[in-house]
Every structure is written in C-alpha cells, then in structure tokens.
C-alpha cells in the first residue's frame, strides 16, 4: 500500500513537471526562441527528465526531515533562488575562467542545482553559437558529465529514499538487506525499559484484571493465535532521552487482546500513552520491544501486510485540501482493492454513512470542510473497504450533538466483523460504542473490563448532592451521617454539598425518608442521588495511578 502510495506521488509529480517543461520549450520554440529552436530537441528532452526525476527522487529522500508544508516551502524556495544566483554570480565565473581546474568544476556539480545550471548554460552558449547542441558535442560541452553525474544521483537518491522509508516508516532492521530472516526482529529492550520493569512488575500486583488479560495474551501466543485480530504481547515504547531530560516510557510492557467484533476503549489522561501506542500499532512508530499481531501477522515483521487490513482515524486530520471528499474515499478504496461499481458504492454508502452525501458535500474540495466535516471524513476514511482492524483516536473531537451521534451509529454498524481501538475523552461516548474499556495512566493500564464490571469494582459508593442556604449546611452534614455514618464529603461550595455514601450501608428508601423530613425543617434548593459514572470510576483510578507512581 505504502509502495502504491510513493508510486502514485511519483508519477503524479514527474506528469506534471514533464507537461509544465513541455509546455515552456513548446512556447519558446513557437516564439521563435533560439535557446529551444536551435538545441537538438531530444537532448532537451533528457537533460530536463533526467533532471526532474532527480528533483523528485531528492524531494522524497528530504521529505522524511520535514513535518510542515510551509517551512518546506520557503526552504525550497530559498534553495532555488540561492543556487540560481550562486549559479550567475560564482559558477559562472569559474565555467568562464580558463585556469579554473575541472575537477572543481565537477565537484561543485555534484550539487543538482549547479548541474541543471551547467546544463541550461552550455545549451545557450551552443544556442548563441547559432549552431546549437548535438549528439555529437555531448562529450566535448560537457553536458555528458552533467547527464552522468544526475542520473547517477538520482539512482542514489531512490535507493536512499527507498531504504530511510523501509527503516523509519515500516519498521524494519536498520540491516535489513543483510539477513532477510531477521530483518524484522524486534529490539531488545534497552537498559532503561529494564529498570522500569521493576516498577511496572510492582504496580501490575494489584491489578487482577490486567494480570488475567496478561495470562490470556501469553496463553494465546503459546497456542499459536493466528485468527486474533489484534493481540499486544509486552509492546513498549521509549522515546529517547533530550535536552538533559531522561528517556520517556510512554508505553510500559502492554498485553492486550481484542477479537473481531469488538470495540475497545482506551480512556487516559493526557499523555498518558495512548497515541504511542496508537501510532506503533500503526506502522509510524517502531515498538522499543515486544510485539503485536494483528490477524496473526507480526507488527514488527509484516507491517506492510497488516496495512492491506488496516484502518486509521489519526488524532489530527491528514487529508489533502484541494481534493473532494469523494476523491478521498475513491483513493482509499482503490489502496484497499476496490474497483469499478463496487468502488463507487462503496464511496457513496461511506459518504452517506457520514452525512457528507446531500447537497454535494462530498464534491466539495476537502479544504472548504468544517473541523466536524472533517472528522467525519477521516472516520469514513478509516472504515472503507471493510478493514479486520480499525484504530480511532479521539473520532468525534470537535463534532457537534447530532453529528456525533451519527458517528456512533456508524462505528456501532462497523463493528461487527471489525476489532476498533478507541480513545476518547468522552465517557459517555465511551459507554455507548466499547465492549471492554482500559483506563491507561502513565504508560501501563489499571484496569480492564466492561464498564459496568468498572463501576461495580471501583464505583462502591453513591453520589449524594444537596444545595441548601449557606447556615443549613451543618444540618445537611447531619443528615448524611444518620443515613451513612461512613460517608465523605467530597465537595462544597456556596451551600452545595457532594458526599459518596458507601453502597453497603445505605439504603435508597432511607435516604428520599430522611430528605423528606428534611425538607420540612429547612429550604431544600436541590438535591439528587446518583449511582458512580465511568467518568467517577476514571477519576478514582487515574488519581490514585498518579499517587501511586508519584510516590514510588
Ligand atoms: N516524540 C516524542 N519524544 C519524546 N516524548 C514523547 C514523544 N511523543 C510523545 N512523548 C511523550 O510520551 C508521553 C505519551 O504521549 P502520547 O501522545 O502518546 O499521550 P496521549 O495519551 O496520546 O495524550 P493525549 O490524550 O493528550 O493525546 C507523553 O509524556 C509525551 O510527552
């Protein structure tokens, strides 16, 4: 997919850098130009291919170092006009000094942009000849060593690009060409991923939940688990140590195993890990140890085949600007496999699934979208061609009410022969589309399970609220001690009191008894009893996972 991708760039930049040169020697010539008439066409015709195909092979090879369109931009803008005046006001000179040595000549063109300007210069000065450039004058003008020297850069330059996209992006041994069979191995863990075991080890011994999924991912592994859809077997991640500061743990040793039909939530706190992990699964980020199998092909090993399977709502929106909605999902599907009718009905369901078919929404460039318009897109995105897996980080970010709902109808649909990874913030969107929910503090999970298996393990108590005039507050205390003597006030302001009262020594039936009588003695303003919600139990866990880690 990701060979599909460059493929397609490359022949989409090359087409239009090929048509744009055209374009100018056809109009020079036609003006009557003397530079395009006289110069044999062919020789033209190499000399800006060759040229161009360096240009674009650089570009990939760059790409990798740059993260923004617009320092991209005024980088390359620098460099052109940089070395068109270097070109004019120095190599110049030194092409017209006679004792100038060659061999410096020939270095200085190792830099493309001093090649195309030898090029371009011996082309006019054959032009002003009235002559023009043959075949036969290759080697005596000196464009021979020109048209050598870019097409051996830009074999370079491919194979480079090539290699740094293979190891960085798909996540194979910096060595990977010297021993296919272990190409792929993961990393051992470094001395640092080591030396936090011990804390991890500590901190897992309280939490049941996780050392049963733990047991479980293990015990599928020795089974052999070929049909799991996704299966986290002590996936780490650190990044390295920078500006003094030490090496970071974002993911501390994860198992994990989610089966085809359904959604797993990861709720934490920010930074909590939860896009490292993403991105590893992803194929961005290469695990610092461990492993994952998705549908039984290693992450580390076949990541190239995992993508066939594979769909992804990224944190922030990577959509193309100038293309339609409709162009996006088209390009997807294609990379998926799609093709002909089953491709437009594809695209056409997913667009109407996301409310960007009526009115012609989805024709419309992507850059004119709303951020909500947006998401929905990339959600789409994720979900064309039936992916066996799908990872949505934060999907319903920034989308209002009804729009979010319609996004929840549209991953519940999705779900049935899927395994989705969710993260939100959201708990009711959490509640509504996971099956099992994980809630991840600093690298590690604290607990698994269903939402209501949560509750009910870190949610013992009830929720009772009471706004009241300032000097009745005492008497609120009161009655809360009488209907719960072990109860704990866990907020107050300005006559509002909030109290959890242990679920094993009240009774709900007492508690509306003793309000009633209350309110006969002083002005109740509200008040209100409550069974803990996910976003009470997330609280609780992630507070006490901060204490504990602060503390060790
Ligand atoms: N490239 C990086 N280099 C060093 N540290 C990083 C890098 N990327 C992330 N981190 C750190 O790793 C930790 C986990 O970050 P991550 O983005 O995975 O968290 P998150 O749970 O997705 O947060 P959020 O909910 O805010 O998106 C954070 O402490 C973050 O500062």
Same mark, same amino acid.
């Given at each position: ?18 048509? &744009?040169?055209?374009?100018? @020697? ?12 006289? #110069? ?7 000399f ?5 195909n ?62 195309? &300007? ?12 009235g002559? /023009? ?5 290759i ?9 050598? *020297? ?23 041994? $910096? ?46 592994r ?24 030490? $090496? ?12 085809s ?14 896009t ?6 992803? /194929? ?21 085949? @995992? ?9 922030h ?42 009115g ?25 061609g039936?992916?066996?897996?799908? &990872? ?27 395994? *989705? *990874? ?48 300032s ?8 009655l ?5 003597? #072990?109860?704990?006030?866990? &907020? ?9 009262l ?18 006969? #003695? ?5 008040? /209100? ?19 504990? *880690?602060?503390?060790?």
């Amino acid at each position: 997919m990701v060979r599909t991708y460059w493929l397609i760039s490359y022949a989409y930049f090359l087409t239009i850098s090929v048509l &744009y040169v055209a374009s100018l @020697v056809i109009f020079g010539s036609v003006i009557g130009l003397k530079y395009f008439r006289l #110069n044999t066409y062919s020789i033209q015709f190499v000399f800006y291919f060759i040229y161009l195909n360096l240009q674009i092979a650089l570009s990939f090879l760059v790409s990798s170092i740059f993260s923004k369109v617009k320092t991209v931009t005024v980088v390359a803008y620098i460099i052109v006009y940089g070395s068109g005046l270097l070109g004019s006001f120095l190599f110049q000179k030194m092409l017209e000094t006679q004792s100038f040595p060659e061999e410096w000549i020939v270095a200085l063109e190792l830099y493309p942009g001093f090649s195309l &300007y030898r090029g371009l210069y011996e082309f006019s000065q054959y032009a002003s000849r009235g002559s /023009g450039m043959k075949w036969q004058d290759i080697s005596d003008s000196g464009m021979g060593e020109v048209l050598c *020297i870019m097409s051996i850069e830009w074999f370079l330059a491919l194979i480079i690009a090539f290699y740094i996209d293979q190891v960085f992006s798909s996540g194979k041994h $910096p060595f990977f060409f010297l021993n296919p069979s272990k190409k792929s191995s993961s990393i051992p863990s470094k001395p640092t991923v080591q030396r936090m075991d011990s804390k991890k080890v500590s901190i897992d011994m309280g939490k049941i939940d996780v050392s049963q999924e733990r047991e479980k991912v293990q015990q599928l592994r020795n089974e052999g688990s070929a049909g799991h859809a996704i299966l986290c077997d002590n996936l780490k991640k650190v990044y390295p140590g920078r500006d003094g500061n030490p $090496p970071k743990m974002a993911v501390r040793g994860l198992y994990l195993d989610v089966p085809s039909g359904e959604c797993f939530g990861m709720l934490g706190p920010n930074g909590a890990g939860k896009t490292s992990f993403i991105s590893m699964m992803t /194929g961005l980020l290469k695990p610092s140890s461990g492993t994952a199998l998705v549908q039984g092909l290693d992450i580390c090993k076949d990541m190239n085949k @995992v993508y066939t399977s594979m769909g992804v709502c990224p944190q922030h929106d990577l959509l193309w600007e100038t293309l339609t909605g409709r162009e996006h999902l088209l390009f997807y599907g294609r990379l998926k496999n799609f093709k002909g009718s089953a491709l437009t009905h594809a695209v056409e369901e997913s667009l109407k699934s996301v409310s960007l078919f009526d009115g012609g929404v989805g024709d419309k460039p992507a850059g004119n979208y709303s951020g909500g318009m947006k998401r929905r897109l990339s959600v789409a995105i994720s979900l064309i061609g039936n992916p066996k897996v799908v &990872y949505l980080d934060e999907p319903s970010t920034g989308l209002d009410p009804a729009s979010r709902k319609n996004l929840w109808d549209v991953i519940q649909r999705a779900k049935q022969n899927t395994a *989705i *990874i969710l993260t939100t913030h959201s708990m009711e969107e959490a509640e509504f589309l996971c099956d099992r929910l994980g809630i991840f503090v600093d690298g590690a999970l604290q607990c698994i399970g269903n939402s209501k298996e949560l509750k009910s393990r870190y949610g013992g108590s009830y929720v009772f609220t009471m706004t009241t005039s300032s000097e009745h507050e005492e008497d609120v205390e009161r009655l809360v001690s009488t209907v719960s003597p #072990n109860a704990k006030k866990v &907020y107050h302001l300005a006559g509002t009191q909030k109290f959890e009262l242990p679920k094993n020594e009240v009774r709900i039936a007492e508690v509306f008894r003793a309000v009633e009588k209350a309110k006969s #003695n002083f002005t109740v303003f509200a008040w /209100g009893l409550a069974d803990t919600t996910l976003e009470d139990v997330f609280i609780k866990v992630a507070k006490s996972a901060q204490a504990f *880690i602060s503390l060790s």
